[in-house]
């Protein structure tokens, strides 16, 4: 298993509120990458976040935002939910250091809207 | 943007056969290429990848080829095992200048039959 994990593990929202997953990246990682992943689909690319900033983002409304905090733990915000929001949400860790590195998937977390 | 494209959907092979998975892409300035196993109810797990400076990476059983001219790049696991089983993603990097951007394939399941 890696070192990443994210809280909660699951998770029943109702449209339009906002949500907030949490994200605990690898040691010594300082590059975080959020992914959603609709059932039997490949994840999709939401951003990701390099010491503190936004390094690249995916097709995603500006609904969907992100921290990442000097620890290098992170959060993904989506405000006004919409149903074809649920799915599994992966956040993944890299040690980036002039090249890329692999990453360390968490163990996702399933966020239901109603 | 990139467009992953990955096939077989489902694969079925008899145990001790060899299994291919291919994939192609659209954006040259794509240069990182990760393969997953990703197992029922569980994250993505990095097997093999490959940069685009390499045309071929071999790990055991399992190796990776890349071809950029053609921008395919195939999976090939031999020797076949049940507990292969599972389904496999690839992906992408690229770097525009908004920042690094990963896209997945839409994954194949595999099924090693005993």
């Known amino acids: 298993e890696t070192g990443v994990t994210q809280s909660p593990t699951h998770l029943i929202k109702t449209r339009g509120q906002q949500v907030t997953l949490r994200c605990s990246s690898q040691s010594g990682h300082n590059t975080v990458s959020w992914y959603q992943q609709a059932l039997g689909q490949g994840p999709q690319f939401i951003f990701q976040y390099y010491r503190e900033e936004e390094n690249g983002r995916g097709n995603f409304p500006p609904r969907f935002s992100g921290l990442q905090f000097p620890n290098y733990s992170s959060e993904l915000n989506v405000n006004a939910l919409e149903l074809d929001d649920s799915a599994l949400y992966l956040c993944?860790?890299?040690?980036?250091?002039?090249?890329?590195?692999?990453?360390?998937f968490g163990p996702g977390t399933r966020l239901t809207v109603t | 943007g990139e467009n992953v494209e990955q096939h077989p959907s489902t694969l079925s092979v008899q145990e001790g056969d060899s299994a291919v998975i291919k994939c192609t892409y659209s954006?040259?300035?794509?240069?990182?290429f990760p393969w997953y196993k990703q197992e029922l109810g569980k994250r993505p797990q990095l097997i093999i990848d490959?940069?685009?400076?390499?045309g071929e990476k071999k790990d055991q059983r399992i190796a990776v080829t890349l071809n950029k001219t053609a921008k395919h790049f195939s999976l090939h696991i031999t020797e076949t095992q049940p507990e292969d089983s599972a389904v496999y993603f690839c992906?992408?990097?690229?770097?525009?200048?908004?920042?690094?951007?990963?896209?997945f394939g839409t994954g194949t399941s595999l099924t090693v039959i005993p």
């Open positions: 993944a860790s890299t040690l980036r250091n002039g090249a890329t590195y692999e990453q360390y």
């Open positions: 992906a992408a990097e690229t770097r525009p200048n908004t920042g690094n951007q990963f896209y």
């Open positions: 954006d040259s300035a794509s240069n990182y």
């Open positions: 490959i940069r685009s400076n390499v």
